[in-house]
Every structure is written in C-alpha cells, then in structure tokens.
C-alpha cells in the first residue's frame, strides 16, 4: 500500500529540488495550498490533480508515488499510439 506521508515528503523534497515553492506550485495548478498536508493526513486527491503536481514537478507519477526511485519522466513518444 502507498504510504501518504512519505508521497507529501516525495512532493515537498521535489518541489524544493526544482526550485518551485510549494505554495506557489499548487495555486498555479489551482489547488489549495495544504493540498499536500491533506494527503499527508490521509486525504485523497484525483488522479488528474496528483498527475499534474507530477507534470509541474517534470516527474512521474510513479517517482512520487514512491514506486521507482527515478524521477525522470518517461513519456510515449507522440508518434506511438497508446493503448
């Protein structure tokens, strides 16, 4: 199962490692600024908000999600067609 707090950490220490104050991240998606410290208390999110926290930090989802410990984002290539 994925650990809430340890996906807010993942957040938190990306956003400082872009240079992106987390504030500022999350209003500029339109979200709430405790956004991330609800989850951390356990509230959820869609999965469309967590994918374009992952987009605005040019990480996957997977990275933040605490599945992989790479952050580069591997997206299809624009010709490939997806399933």
Do not use: W
Not at 35 to 60: N, P, R, W
């Amino acid at each position: 199962m994925y650990d809430a707090q340890k996906i807010a950490k993942r957040i938190k220490e990306r956003s400082r490692q872009q240079g992106i104050k987390l504030g500022d991240l999350l209003s500029g998606l339109d979200m709430g600024i405790n956004t991330v410290s609800h989850m951390a208390k356990g509230q959820e999110i869609s999965y469309l908000a967590f994918a374009q926290i992952a987009d605005a930090l040019s990480c996957s989802v997977d990275y933040l999600l605490g599945r992989t410990d790479d952050p580069v984002l591997h997206q299809l290539d624009s010709s490939s067609s997806a399933i």
